[in-house]
């Protein structure tokens, strides 16, 4: 990898585990094993880098969801893909991670990033919902545009209940939860 990628890795890593707020440019060049002027000579600054490691997490972020939606043979198994894959829940969201960061909420540039990305998740989960109502999957009354705002929101909800428990099997529990309500919602 090249210095500029070194970088974002390492910022994305350290957004993930340390939000940006508390993460200082040295912290970056020292993760990233670079050079003192690296940071400056790549981006415009500390701000620039973290909206590259955003950036670069929403398309892989991206990539895994189009996976998981894609590997259901029904709009209930799509989502399920999507609920019940492999995380590092108590890790919790990368996303909603920063969403808690004052400091990403307050600058525009990150806040978009953020913005950008859950409203895509809503977006891909209401397509497979409604074409999970047009196929006669699940109810016509459902409507997709805000049962995707609720498994989005259930997930996100999921992530801090178990970090705050500091047990992954209350995140789970809100999986299966949320599956077990679109389940009911089946035509």
């Keep these: 990898m090249s210095t500029r990628d070194d970088l974002i890795e390492a910022t994305r890593g350290l957004l993930w585990e340390r939000g940006y707020g508390a993460t200082s440019p040295r912290e970056i060049l020292d993760a990233a094993g670079a050079g003192k ?4 000579h790549h981006f415009r600054g500390k701000e620039a880098l973290a909206q590259a490691a955003i950036e ?4 892989e972020m991206r990539d895994q969801i189009t996976g998981d939606l894609a590997s259901g043979c ?15 829940v108590l890790k919790g969201c990368q996303f909603g991670r920063l969403v808690q960061d004052p400091d990403v909420i307050d600058t525009p540039a990150l806040r978009s990033e953020v913005q950008e990305m859950f409203a895509w998740i809503r977006g891909q989960l209401a397509e497979v919902i409604s074409a999970g109502v047009n196929g006669g999957e ?7 545009v805000r049962t995707a705002a609720a ?8 992530y801090v209940l ?4 500091k ?3 209350v995140f789970d529990d809100a999986v299966e939860g949320v599956l077990a309500l679109l389940e009911a ?3």
């Design 37 to 40: 002027g690296s940071m400056y």
């Design 151 to 158: 498994v989005a929101a259930a997930l996100q909800g999921a």
């Design 56 to 59: 670069r997490n929403a398309e």
């Design 138 to 144: 699940f109810r016509a009354d459902l409507d997709p």
């Design 74 to 88: 029904t709009a209930l198994g799509q989502v399920r893909a999507y609920l019940t894959r492999e995380r590092e």
């Design 185 to 187: 919602a089946r035509a």
């Design 167 to 169: 047990n992954p099997s």
């Design 162 to 165: 178990a970090r705050a428990a």
